[in-house]
């Protein structure tokens, strides 16, 4: 593990560490700490990282993860920089993951300012991976959600997150709700890939999760209001340390859904996204992606509307009695199955 100081340590497991860091040299020879400095760069730090001793800290990285980088305030999206980093520059020495504490340089859909809250979960990852493009690419930005969904389950227990309908909105967020407008968003996810030929070499994610924390969004008309983690369980029924457990659960869904991909193809992750979903059997409004746009028009009508029957592996979504899928757009929720 890779932190840029003891205090960003603490905040993570919960226990100051006592001698364990030290700094990677300024002219590292393994191809690891190479990977490592460069990367640290990327992300915007001054200075030299520390390494923690321990191979494992709160469960991180995890079996299966190259390095984990924490960072307590970061100045440039990690997600970005892994993508940059890794297009010209050092392969990955296996998956990496970048964990912000904070920072106003994350990024969220479409480049807009992802909010990092302190408490919170904030991850970037990249995976190597040798998957067949046309076969696995177009269901892969299904990845992550499914992995967040499941991660969130196991932290607040199964019946909890049946109680509070929690899964996953058309198409990258985390919500809890009743059904009845009561949601709230509790995640989002991020998904590229990079392809060399017709395999996908590459899966990048960027993944949020409101551990503790609601924070307040602004200046998107679709933007559900923010909810947390601890609204769907009694703060005794949570893990702890909540961040590293947190960490830790969504690295190994991560793991776990790319390893199911490659050995079986997206059959599985494309019923376990439609399993998740919470826009089957429900009606719901669609208008055009610029709809957000900052001097788009407010109180425009919808481009599409209809319920829900179904979602195709290419995450396009169909509408009954209507031919052509739904393929982009702001989506809102308009009713639940009981009074369509």
Partial sequence: MIVDCADSLAALTGVA?????????????????????????????????????????????????????????????????????????PALPGPVACLALGGAGLQGQ????????????????????????????????????????????????????A????????????????????????GGVLTAMRTNGARVTTVFCGLALNLKVSPTLTGDPFALPAGSLADLAPADGLPSPLLAAAAAAVLAHLREQLAALAARGPEGLVEAYRARSVVVGREVAVWDPDAREPGAATGAPPRRRGVVAGIRPDLGLVLEGQDEPVREGCLRLIGDPANR
């Fill in 17 to 89: 560490p006592a001698g364990s860091l030290s700094s990677l040299p300024d002219d590292p020879v393994t191809a690891a700490d190479q990977f490592a400095l460069a990367l640290w760069r990327a992300c915007g730090h001054d200075g030299l990282p520390l390494r923690v001793a321990s191979q494992t800290v709160g469960g991180l990285p995890g079996p299966g993860w190259s390095e984990c980088f924490v960072s307590g305030n970061v100045g440039r999206s990690q997600f970005v920089a892994l993508r940059d980093l890794t297009s010209a520059g």
């Fill in 163 to 186: 109680r509070a309908g929690l899964g996953l909105k058309w198409v990258n967020d985390l919500v809890a709700g009743d059904g009845a407008g009561g949601w709230r968003k509790l």
């Fill in 110 to 161: 479409h480049g807009r300012r992802w909010q990092a809250a302190p408490g919170n979960l904030h991850l970037s990852v990249a995976m190597p991976c040798d998957l067949d493009a046309a076969l696995c690419g177009p269901s892969l930005p299904m990845l992550p959600g499914v992995a967040l969904a499941g991660a969130a389950t196991d932290l607040v227990g199964a019946q909890a997150a």
